[in-house]
T-cell receptor, first 117, second 111 residues
Framework: GAGVSQSPSNKVTEKGKDVELRCDPI?????LYWYRQRLGQGLEFLIY????????KSGLPSDRFSAERTGESVSTLTIQRTQQEDSAVYLC???????????????FGSGTQLSVL | KQEVTQIPAALSVPEGENLVLNCSFT??????LQWFRQDPGKGLTSLLL???SQREQTSGRLNASLDKSSGRSTLYIAASQPGDSATYLC??????????WGAGTKLIIKP
């Protein structure tokens, strides 16, 4: 597609439920990032995928969070047993390259607004 | 540990004025610095990317400068317009591939 696509755009869930967020990166982009943005705060790195390499999961806040990516295409971020503190905007971004490509631009999706009641 | 700070958190100016947004970072060992714009309900849009070897980048009414030694970058917006109203974020890319983000400056341009 022409841009990074995220779905759903909004998700309201009850505490304790699992949620799955989807990201379709720009075709041909090998690098994919997930970020979390709480209200009024900066972006918090969650996870990074680069091609077929093992993902960097160092930003995932707990073992309730996991993410997968199929090759260099779609990625899903799963949050199990959601808590109220998980409420935030979850942003996905992609770029042509990752590590070693130091000067490429990031392209962001519109994000998923997650509200945990 | 790299920290990025943006001051002020919010800024309101009349239409037509020139303005400067500030970004500071604690570790000068960076690959690049990027300025982004974020509109409500939308994702981020990359405005300007300055490589560590560069001093400034320009795009239309926007000019971004970089002073690595002092750990500062500025985003200059000339002849501001109501459509410039948004949150502006800066991010630095350090020795790894990760971007470290500021919390942003919310800019309101009053017609």
């Amino acid at each position: 597609g022409a841009g990074v696509s995220q779905s759903p755009s909004n998700k309201v869930t009850e505490k304790g439920k699992d949620v799955e967020l989807r990201c379709d990166p720009i075709s041909g982009h090998t690098a994919l990032y997930w970020y979390r943005q709480r209200l009024g705060q900066g972006l918090e790195f969650l996870i990074y995928f680069q091609g077929n390499s093992a993902p960097d999961k160092s930003g995932l806040p707990s073992d309730r969070f996991s993410a997968e990516r199929t090759g260099e295409s779609v990625s899903t971020l799963t949050i199990q047993r959601t808590q109220q503190e998980d409420s935030a905007v979850y942003l996905c971004a992609s770029s042509l390259g990752g590590e070693g490509f130091t000067n490429e631009k990031l392209f962001f999706g519109s994000g998923t607004q997650l509200s945990v009641l | 540990k790299q920290e990025v700070t943006q001051i002020p958190a919010a800024l309101s100016v009349p239409e037509g004025e020139n303005l400067v947004l500030n970004c500071s970072f604690t570790d000068s060992a960076i690959y690049n610095l990027q300025w982004f714009r974020q509109d409500p309900g939308k994702g981020l849009t990359s405005l300007l990317l300055i490589q560590s070897s560069q001093r400034e980048q320009t795009s239309g009414r926007l000019n971004a400068s970089l002073d690595k030694s002092s750990g500062r970058s500025t985003l200059y917006i000339a002849a501001s317009q109501p459509g410039d109203s948004a949150t502006y974020l800066c991010a630095v890319k350090g020795s790894n591939y990760q971007l470290i983000w500021g919390a942003g400056t919310k800019l309101i341009i009053k017609p």
